[in-house]
């Protein structure tokens, strides 16, 4: 089983503003809500491309009892720790002449709780895959990530898609994948690229540190993967025009994840991975398998 832990998942509220205009009353042209949370993402679209997950996580209140319930009709499997301060957040994405996004605060999560999600990640066994993604709550510890991988049975391999400080803590423990985008990795080691040999330099340092498969990716510029057997692999992106930037990080992180557990070897798995950031890039929402489907058609 695959298991996706989201800290703070929330109800993504996607809204369509003709020229917002701050300090005024807008009214909304468009708007949607989706299960949202990075480790939620990468459960929907796992369940696009009909792979099996269980989403861990905190939930709180009525907007927590609606992801539970959207999820499950989604026949996602879901195993939330429940909580009784705040609510599950509800982040609010506005789509404008510029697009802004407005993420909420989350309930909070005492030391009971975590505790028992730690419970729950110690059950893991050999051939269980566990997804790690997304910020975590302000009432949650800095080293909430290592202390779940420490839990893990060393027979379980493990993915990282977090924010730089949060990220290079569990380097050590030897993540089999982490995907920063190009800017994520600029930050971490303080300089702005210029070739792709400075990108691929860059991925490999993190390889030294611990990572095992590093996909670097790049928005409209595609992805380039040093892999574990240190190949590395350019890939374009899918044709298409861009209506969302909500979620393709995450929509990637599913389909490599995809590609492995069907076997397919790297190469194929960062298409398969580039097809689903591409089919989310190009849709409102995450993307759908019919959506993946043509948008992996346009990829060379
Ligand atoms: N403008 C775009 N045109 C085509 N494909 C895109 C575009 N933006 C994203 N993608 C696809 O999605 C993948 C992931 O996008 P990106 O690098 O923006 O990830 P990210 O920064 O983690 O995203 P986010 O955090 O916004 O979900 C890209 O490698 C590419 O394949
Ligand atoms: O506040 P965080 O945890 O950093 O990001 C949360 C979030 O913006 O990320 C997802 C897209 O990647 C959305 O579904 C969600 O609203």
Known sequence: MIYTVTFNPALD???QVNHFKAGQINRNTKEDIFYGGKGINVSCILNELNIESTALGFIANFTGKALKDGLSQM??????????????????????DEETEINGMGPVIEKVH??????????????????LSGNIPSSVQSDAYEKVIEQLNEDVDFVIDAEKDLLMKTLPYHPFLIKPNNLELQEIFGVTF???EQIIDCAKKLQEMGAKNVPVSMAKDGAILVDENGNVYKQGVCKGNVVNSVGAGDSMVAGFIAGVLKKKGYKEALK???????????????????????????LE
């Open 13 to 15: 509220y996607v809204i």
């Open 75 to 96: 026949g996602i499997y879901t195993d939330f720790i429940e909580v009784q301060k705040g609510m599950t957040r509800i982040n609010v994405k506005m789509k404008s």
């Open 114 to 131: 975590f505790d028992a999600l730690l419970e729950k990640i110690h059950s893991l066994k050999k051939g269980d895959f566990l997804i």
């Open 194 to 196: 210029e070739t792709e």
């Open 272 to 298: 398969l991975a580039t097809a689903c950031g591409g089919a989310t890039a190009f849709h409102s929402g995450l993307a759908t398998y019919d959506q993946i489907l043509d948008a992996m058609k346009t």
